[in-house]
T-cell receptor, first 115, second 113 residues
Framework: EAGVAQSPRYKIIEKRQSVAFWCNPI?????LYWYQQILGQGPKLLIQ????????DSQLPKDRFSAERLKGVDSTLKIQPAKLEDSAVYLC?????????????FGDGTRLSIL | GESVGLHLPTLSVQEGDNSIINCAYS??????FIWYKQESGKGPQFIID?????DKRQGQRVTVLLNKTVKHLSLQIAATQPGDSAVYFC????????????FGKGTTLSVSS
């Protein structure tokens, strides 16, 4: 089966600019996650969707980050305005159902550099 | 802070040796644990998972052990190969609080031939 697709692979912007990332989960996967991975650390959850509804966004910096999954399939994550500390890899993951514990499958991420 | 961590940031082994990567967790409510392998420039790749009602699970060349008494998780890789070189993360769920994963900092495994 095709894996989780993410684009772009790399993005370089200046601080205070805006940026958007796109994710297409594995077909049929109801649950979608966005994680932030700072260099040398493990991924940290930003937001979790179940179909098109938000399940957990407790760690999303809502003053600058937003995410949507309007039709319950693809998702976009936006940062506006970006700060230097947002430099990281943004990973998207999906799982078949979020109501029971199942492996999450990750895309290769978008590497964001803030100048 | 993070509730999942690994004991060693790096581990170096010879090809053919068995590798053991350890992880400690602090959340007693976690009921699902998972190991990922991450190669440079790629996303985490699922290796093996285990639920809290089990203490051991085996896959192909890998075994995960769970000791709930001391909140310890380990990943054993048999006959380690150069292709196993990567960063390994353990992760736990939030228990009743949800299925999102909490990751530790990772252990870098280096395999020399």
């Amino acid at each position: 089966e095709a894996g989780v697709a993410q684009s772009p692979r790399y993005k370089i912007i200046e601080k205070r600019q805006s940026v958007a990332f796109w994710c297409n989960p594995i077909s049929g996967h109801a649950t979608l996650y966005w994680y932030q991975q700072i260099l040398g650390q493990g991924p940290k959850l930003l937001i979790q969707f179940q179909n098109n509804g938000v399940v957990d966004d407790s760690q999303l910096p809502k003053d600058r980050f937003s995410a949507e999954r309007l039709k319950g399939v693809d998702s976009t994550l936006k940062i506006q305005p970006a700060k230097l500390e947002d430099s990281a890899v943004y990973l998207c993951a999906s799982s078949l159902r979020g109501t029971v514990n199942q492996p999450q499958h990750f895309g290769d991420g978008t590497r964001l550099s803030i100048l | 802070g993070e509730s999942v961590g690994l004991h060693l940031p790096t581990l170096s082994v010879q090809e053919g040796d068995n590798s053991i990567i350890n992880c400690a967790y602090s959340n007693s409510a976690s009921d699902y644990f998972i190991w990922y392998k991450q190669e440079s420039g790629k996303g985490p790749q699922f290796i093996i998972d285990i639920r809290s009602n089990m203490d051991k699970r085996q896959g192909q060349r890998v075994t995960v052990l769970l000791n709930k008494t001391v909140k310890h998780l380990s990943l054993q890789i048999a006959a380690t190969q150069p292709g196993d070189s990567a960063v390994y993360f353990c992760a736990e769920n939030k228990g009743q609080a949800g299925t999102a994963l909490i990751f530790g900092k990772g252990t870098t495994l280096s395999v020399s031939s």
